[in-house]
């Protein structure tokens, strides 16, 4: 009866005013890791604020990779073997995983018409990647150039659809916007250890994101970039280019491979997807709460001789 005698002016304000409202609380949420690694499905969808990604502050997630001198991945390790600084400020563990995961990744290949005579070459590196993957490990195919197309959602095949070997090359490259698609839709994932690799010559000129904005992204969904320079080497190779792939496996704890072919490459591929199975996964609650859309610069240690640790470098944090 009562919502017989409301008129329709009345009705629809009322109805508009739910939704404000609720917009105003989820302008209000910031992207939060939960804590119960049982949850981890429920990983939130990116939420953008001036086009910079909101970090949780609940809990910070990093992927550690630790190598001996000799590059052998070392086990056995402990929580009280690692230190975490961020911005310098030594940060508690809450979580600590060691056990063989399974893990999601996502392999980008560039398409662009710098690309036109390491296409084979790229599909090879790809099938080499897909190779060294266990059963319950997870992989999706991208290309790009001027856009970003995915070929294969994230499955248990180990060989690239039929589709990618008809594939030309096409002008401009979106490498950014690769990197960034690929992050959005590992975030989805229910994995906790997530790659991006990336098969490229390292050019950039078409992406409507930032380098900056692409490794946000990243970040938030805790992938890690791994990049493959596929240009010839030698004193024709485009430094500027190398540095952008540099850029992007190193900030986010990742690794630059620098040769585009044979046996180097070959081991290089087989020992990412072997570490990406042996990681460590630390968690911790910063210290700085403060939510001013800052980057943190984050730091892990070792104090063990003879052995390097890779993590992402950083995270921006939560903006009110």
């Known amino acids: ?17 739910i939704v404000m409202l609720a917009l105003l609380a989820l302008s209000n949420q910031s992207a939060v890791v939960p804590a119960d690694a049982k949850s981890s499905r429920f ?24 190598l001996d001198k000799d590059g052998k991945f ?9 230190q975490v600084f961020e911005d310098g400020q030594e940060q508690k563990l809450m979580t600590f995983t060691t056990e063989e995961t399974p893990f ?12 036109e005579s390491r296409m084979t070459l790229g599909r090879s590196a790809a099938i080499r990647f897909l ?30 659809p039929a589709r990618v070997y008809g ?34 010559d390292g050019g950039e000129n078409y992406s409507r994101a930032s380098a900056e904005k692409a490794l946000d992204h990243a970040a938030q969904s805790g ?15 485009d430094t500027a280019a190398a540095a952008i792939l540099k850029n992007l496996a190193e900030k986010s704890g990742g690794r630059y491979v620098s040769s585009p072919g044979g046996q180097e490459m070959r081991d290089a591929l087989a020992s990412i997807a072997e570490e990406l199975g042996h990681q460590y996964t630390l968690g911790y609650r910063p210290v700085n709460r403060a939510r001013d859309g800052r980057w943190r610069a984050i730091q892990v ?5 003879d052995v390097a640790v890779r993590a992402r470098k950083g995270y921006r944090a939560p903006k009110s």
């Open 74 to 82: 070392v086990s056995g390790l402990h929580r009280a073997d690692f």
């Open 104 to 115: 999601a990744a996502a392999i980008l290949l560039d398409t662009s018409g710098s690309m």
């Open 1 to 17: 009866m009562i919502l017989a005698q409301l008129n329709l002016a009345r009705l629809r304000n009322y109805l508009l005013l």
């Open 223 to 237: 992938a890690t970039i791994y990049a493959v320079n596929m240009s010839e080497q030698g004193v024709m190779r």
């Open 131 to 160: 190779d060294g993957l266990r059963d319950e490990d997870v992989a999706a195919v991208y290309t790009f150039d001027t856009k970003v197309e995915q070929w294969q959602d994230f499955s248990p095949g180990r060989d690239l």
């Open 167 to 200: 594939l030309h090359t096409r002008t401009f490259t979106a490498l950014n916007d690769a990197v960034l698609r690929a992050a959005d839709d590992l975030a989805r994932r229910p994995e906790k250890r997530r790659a991006i690799v990336v098969l490229s």
């Open 43 to 66: 990983l939130p969808a990116l939420i953008q604020d001036d086009d910079v990604v909101r970090v949780s502050t609940e809990l910070v997630i990093l992927n550690a990779t630790v």
């Open 301 to 305: 240690k070792l104090p063990k001789p």
